[in-house]
Structure formats: structure tokens, C-alpha cells
């Protein structure tokens, strides 16, 4: 059934931590960081997943590279199904999906050269030796706007934006269909971050590749992506194509993110209604029944703490889990 | 407008150095009773080191050579340590980014904002104790009976915000300095700190020095904005005119870095090339010539000065006349 064009088709997924607590850890708990989450993405596409801290993007894009293991559901990267694959098989699949993380000082090893960082996975992947590595590495410098001759330095020697690009390079490396990218500007100055940007799309357009974008900056977001998902405390909440999301969002968490963001315009910002939550994200040991969302909602009545929502489709081509919108 | 007959508080000519690398350059504004002057910048541009050496909290390797910093009638540049400790929560208070690492671990939340209270007041324990009660109903913490009680762990980040923002406010300073106050929080906490600072502003005339690089933040709550660049201001300006009309490039460009409503998805955005420089590097002009699309060669070898551009606008400029020219060079 499944569809080529698809990069990334998940179906289901739950992802579930063990804790302990108290005395010696005796009282066990389960964290239900994801909770039955299914999202597709298709070739050159860029799907934003939105949320606060705690509500599980961070764990559910971990379990998409494979550094976490679903609890159930399925994970299909370039229709190969990724949960339960081993050894070669999976090493092939994972090829596939490449992942950007934040903060780009923390992403390379300080000892070795940003050259050799890139080369890792074209060797362990014998894709490349010898002169044709160095000319691969090159042009992925050059690609992501550094020199050739960067490759001999070390990662001290460059500026957060440039640690980042050469982030990207690695990632491109093994010219991947999907990557995740968790949270990638945030730890980046405003000047560079519009370079980092600017540089994302530039790529996108030339290889066509898709990015599952995290993050909490809703101006960014509504910048690059082509489609928004909503996440709260382990479940989807809204998904919406970029302009219908903007224009018309619904879910009221989504509105009260909306109007915490602010706009970069004192007349725009300070005209504008604005919807603020009280009470904050609560644990994810302990998910409220029902409509996880109901103890901040302001809509919420009596069938929200009892029944869950499902997600459901609107005119529009919306998908939406509230029994009030 | 907001120009009063007197500030509030005046800084001037404010100068720190690192090791003979001059990283603050003559920093001057003025905040008037129950104004919010946001101090913006990218890292590395002075503008949390023009915040410390305000309270007297300088790290250990740099030193304040110049200034006047007028709080009232009084210079808390010529404070001696003593006098500082007793100004520092009483006069003016500062918090801080990170809530979690600014509180003691160890102490009750209660304890550590009553004895902000005892320290300065000499009340009695249980008095300051009903005092540090009320100011957790100030700053919108529920059930404050309970929280009093507990530890800085047991707290979320915004909660431990209101906390810090309860021990710099429980003597009525008149200057809250805050340095990052939302960075470290999602952006619905966000929301919810800004508003509360809103209202103290409102409630009591507190005045805010606010120290962020972020723009939107900017936009929400300040009033007058200094935009710092390597150690140096380079545009001060009421909010609405700061946006409206940039005169400095580098504030321009860095407004039109920011993906906005009216930018095209995926268009290019604006960026400034190359990086900031480092106070090694600082040539004897301008700190912004490495960088700027306008740059001539005046700007290499001589300083400009603040330029009066309007009312409580003034940019660091040679090429003022000129600023247009960056909306034609944007994507």
C-alpha cells in the first residue's frame, strides 16, 4: 500500500519511558511521552511539529532516527518499515533519515576536524576513500556555503552559524530523503539564523530532500513549512497546511500558542487579541483523562475531562481533535 | 511621550573593560519612572555586561573605568561594596535568565524570598514570611500557602521565574533590571512573565531595564529600545519608530532578518555577512564596518557619534541619509 512518494509514514506510534520514584525507586510509573501518533511526509515537504517542552516532539523525532524504540505503531521511511528491522537491513533504512540538533557546539567532536567529521559516515558507509572523499567533502562544504579548505580546521575555529552549516553537511552527506531537524536556530543569533534559513531552503529546492521541523518559533515556522502539527503532552492535536493553519487555526491550544508568540511589530503585537494560558504543561507521568488539554482550555465543559477527542477532519482539509471547534 | 523632567535612572558614558579589551564603550540612556528600556543585541554585544556592572556584579575579570550611573540623586558608581548590598534589592534588582541556577537549592522558596525582605527591612520573621505570602499572590503563583513550603526543584522554570521576580520586587525597588527573564521558558510561560512584568509596571511604576535579543519581546512590552552592537550603541529610539524607521544598518537589517507577515514563505531573508567581531578585533571607527552594505572609509578609521534623528532618536551613523539604500539591497 505504500505510496513512493512518501518519505516518512508513521502509523500509530507510542513511545513510553519506565520511571521510578520515592524511596530505593519503589513506586514504578510510565511516562507516555508519545501516545499514538500517525503523520506522513512526502518527498521535498516540510512538516513542522510545534509544541511546548514535555509535550514529546523531541522523543517522537529521536524514535523517527531510531534512537528510541516505539512501544507500538509502525515507522515506514522510503516504505521500509523501520521498527523491528536489524542489521544490515536497518542500517540501509537509516541512511535515509539524518537528524540536525540544536545546539551545533554540542554535535562535533572538539578533537577532530570539521573534514573528518563529514567523512564518518561516507567511510562507515564505504561510500567514499581516497580522492573522491575529498572531493565529495568539498562540494558539501561549498553547498552549505563554507570553503574546501575548511575541512582541515576544527570546530573552535568557527562561529555557531558555521558549526551549524557544517551540521548540515554531515547530514547531506549520505544525501538522505528525510531530515529531522530538532529545534535547528534556536540556539543561533537572529542574523545568523535568516542565513541558516535561507540555506535549509536553498537545499530543499536542490535536492529535493524533506524536513521534519521542530520547533517552538511559530515565525520560522510559518516561514519554511509546508504543513503544521500540533503536539500536546504525547498526542497530535491539529494538522493543518501552512496557510489554512495561520489563517484559521482551531484547536484552542493552538490559538493560545498563537498569540504567545510575539510579533515583531509593536503596533501589530500590541493591537492584537491575545488568549493567555494559565496553569502550565502538566507531567507527562500523570496525562489528564480525557482531553489532555482541559484542565488549561477555556472551552472546556464536562465531556472534555471524560472523553478523549479524536482527530477528525474538517472542510478545510484540517485535521482537528476538539469536541468544541 | 515619555521624556520626563527628570529620569528616573542615568546611566552615561558607561565603559568596561576584559583584560584592556574595551567590551562596553561608553554606554548612555535614561529610563523614567515606569518605562521599559530594552537593552537588544546579539551575543557577545555587551549588553548583559552593561546590566552587571549597573548593580555593581561585574565578573572578577572585568572592571568598570568609566560612568556615571544615577539612580535618583545618587551615583551608584561611586558606592563602595557595603553600599551596593544595601541598594542591590532595595533600590534596584536584577533577575536573571536561568531561574533554576539562581536560587538556592536548598532553601525553602519561602525562606529565600522572606530573607530578601529581613535583610533589608530588619522585620520580624513572621512578618516577612506574610510579606513573601503576598507577593507570591502578586506574581499570580496559586495556592501560595503550599509553595512557600516548598523547594526550587519541586517548581517548574516559570514558576521559579515568578519566584526570583518575588525576591527582586518584595522591597519595591524602583529599577528592575532583567537579563534574558523569558528566554529560558516556553513560549505560553513567556506570555505569562511578560504580562506580569506589564502589570507591575502599571501597578507600581516600577521601571524595567530589559536585556533580550528578541525582537518580538521587544515589541510587546518596551517602550524605548537601545540596540547594542559590539560593546556600543548604535540606535536608541522609542519602540514604534524604531521599527517604523530604522536609522542605523544594522538595526535595519537585523528587523528584516526576522521572518515577518508580510515576507513570502520561503523567500530569502535578509542576513548580515560575515560575524560580529570580536574586542580584539575592534578597529578605531565604527564597529558595525566590517559588516555594513554602506560602509565607506571614513566609517573604518572615525567613531561616529550618537546622531540626533527625532525625538529620543539617535543613531550611530555616518551614513544616516543613506539607510534607504538597505531596503533596495534586501531580497
Redesign the interface.
Known amino acids: 500500500m505504500s505510496d513512493t512518494h512518501q518519505v516518512l509514514e508513521i502509523r500509530d506510534v507510542a513511545v513510553h519511558f519506565n520511571g521510578r520514584s520515592g524511596l530505593f525507586g519503589r513506586s514504578q510509573f510510565v511516562v507516555k511521552a508519545v501516545n499514538g501518533v500517525s503523520l506522513d511526509i512526502a518527498a521535498g515537504e516540510t512538516v513542522a511539529l510545534v509544541g ?2 514535555g509535550c514529546g516532539k523531541s522523543t517522537l523525532s529521536n524514535t523517527i532516527v531510531g534512537l528510541q524504540q516505539p512501544v507500538e505503531g509502525s515507522i515506514r521511511i522510503a516504505g521500509e518499515e523501520v521498527v523491528g528491522a536489524r542489521g544490515k537491513a536497518l542500517n540501509d533504512i537509516r541512511r535515509k533519515v539524518q537528524m540536525i540538533f540544536q545546539d551545533p557546539a554540542l554535535s562535533l567532536d572538539p578533537r577532530s576536524t570539521i573534514g573528518a567529521a563529514i567523512a564518518e559516515p561516507l567511510i562507515v558507509r564505504g561510500i567514499a576513500r581516497g580522492e573522491a572523499l575529498k572531493s565529495r567533502i568539498a562540494k558539501l562544504l561549498t553547498e552549505v556555503g563554507l570553503r574546501p579548505e575548511h575541512a582541515d580546521r576544527y570546530p573552535h575555529q568557527f ?1 555557531g ?2 558549526r551549524q552549516r557544517v551540521v548540515i553537511a554531515r547530514a547531506l552527506a549520505l544525501e538522505p530523503a528525510l531530515v529531522v531537524c530538532d529545534e535547528p536556530v534556536s540556539a543561533l ?7 541558516i ?2 540555506l535549509l ?1 536553498a537545499l530543499q529546492k536542490r535536492t529535493g530532500v524533506a524536513y521534519l521541523f521542530v520547533s ?1 518559533d ?3 515556522v ?3 513549512c509546508d504543513r503544521v502539527v500540533v503536539m500536546y503532552l504525547g498526542r497530535f492535536v491539529e494538522i493543518a497546511d ?1 496557510d489554512t493553519f495561520f489563517a484559521n487555526p482551531k484547536h484552542p491550544y493552538t490559538k ?2 498563537m ?12 493591537s492584537r487579541e ?1 488568549l ?3 496553569g ?2 502538566p507531567s507527562p507521568s500523570n496525562i489528564p483523562p480525557g482531553c489532555a488539554f482541559h484542565t488549561r482550555c477555556p472551552l472546556a465543559t464536562e465531556i472534555c475531562s471524560r472523553v478523549r477527542p479524536e482527530l477528525t477532519s474538517r472542510a478545510d482539509g484540517s485535521t482537528v481533535a476538539c469536541h468544541h471547534v | 511621550m515619555h521624556e520626563p523632567i527628570r529620569p528616573l535612572l542615568d546611566v552615561s558614558d558607561l565603559t568596561v573593560d576584559i583584560d584592556g579589551a574595551r567590551v562596553v564603550d561608553g554606554v548612555s540612556f535614561t529610563v523614567a519612572p515606569g518605562e521599559v528600556m530594552a537593552l537588544v543585541g ?2 557577545g554585544c555587551g549588553k548583559s555586561l552593561t546590566a552587571f556592572a549597573m548593580l555593581g556584579l561585574l565578573p572578577s575579570v572585568a572592571r568598570r573605568t568609566e560612568g556615571r550611573i544615577l539612580l535618583g540623586d545618587r551615583d551608584l558608581a561611586t558606592f563602595s561594596e557595603r553600599q551596593l548590598r544595601k541598594a542591590r534589592g532595595k533600590d534596584i534588582s536584577i533577575i536573571f535568565q536561568e531561574p533554576s541556577a539562581s536560587l538556592d537549592p536548598l532553601a525553602s522558596v519561602g525562606s529565600q524570598i522572606a530573607d530578601a525582605y529581613r535583610i533589608h527591612t530588619g522585620a520580624s520573621r513572621a512578618d516577612a514570611f506574610e510579606k513573601a505570602r503576598q507577593m507570591l499572590v502578586d506574581v499570580g503563583i496559586p495556592d501560595p500557602d503550599r509553595r512557600l513550603d516548598q523547594f526550587p526543584f519541586e517548581l ?1 522554570g ?2 521559579c521565574q515568578r519566584i526570583m521576580i518575588a525576591i527582586a520586587l518584595i522591597c519595591g525597588p524602583r529599577v528592575l533590571v532583567a537579563d534574558e527573564p523569558t528566554t529560558a521558558l ?7 512573565i ?2 506580569l512584568m506589564k502589570k507591575l509596571v502599571a501597578d507600581h511604576g516600577t521601571s524595567i531595564v530589559l536585556i533580550t ?8 512590552i ?1 517602550d524605548h529600545v537601545a540596540v547594542m552592537y559590539a560593546g556600543r550603541i548604535a540606535e536608541i529610539a522609542p ?2 519608530d524604531l ?1 517604523d524607521h530604522p536609522a542605523h544598518p544594522y538595526t535595519a ?3 528584516a ?5 508580510d ?1 513570502a ?2 523567500a ?5 555577512e560575515g ?1 560580529v567581531p570580536t574586542p580584539q578585533e575592534f578597529g578605531p571607527g565604527c564597529h558595525f564596518a566590517s559588516r555594513c552594505p554602506l560602509v565607506t572609509d571614513k566609517c573604518r578609521v572615525e567613531q561616529p557619534p550618537l546622531f540626533a534623528q527625532g525625538y529620543g532618536h539617535r543613531s550611530a551613523c555616518w551614513h544616516i541619509d543613506r539607510i534607504a539604500e538597505i531596503t533596495g539591497m534586501l531580497p
Not at chain 2, 532578518?257 to 507577515?261: F, I, K, M, Y
Open positions: 511546548e517542552s562561529s552559524g558555521q543569533d537572529v542574523s545568523v539564523r535568516a542565513q534559513l535561507n531552503v517552538h511559530l515565525s520560522v510559518r516561514h519554511i501552512r493560545a500558542l498569540s504567545a508568540v510575539p510579533e515583531a511589530d509593536p503596533r501589530l503585537q500590541r491575545r493567555i494560558l494559565t502550565e504543561l | 546579539e551575543s517548574s516559570g514558576m516556553d513560549v505560553t510561560i513567556q506570555a505569562q511578560l504580562d535579543h528578541d525582537m518580538g519581546v521587544v515589541a510587546d518596551a519602540v514604534q521599527f537589517l537585523l528587523l532578518s526576522v521572518p515577518r507577515l515576507v514563505p520561503k530569502d531573508l535578509a542576513t548580515i560575524s
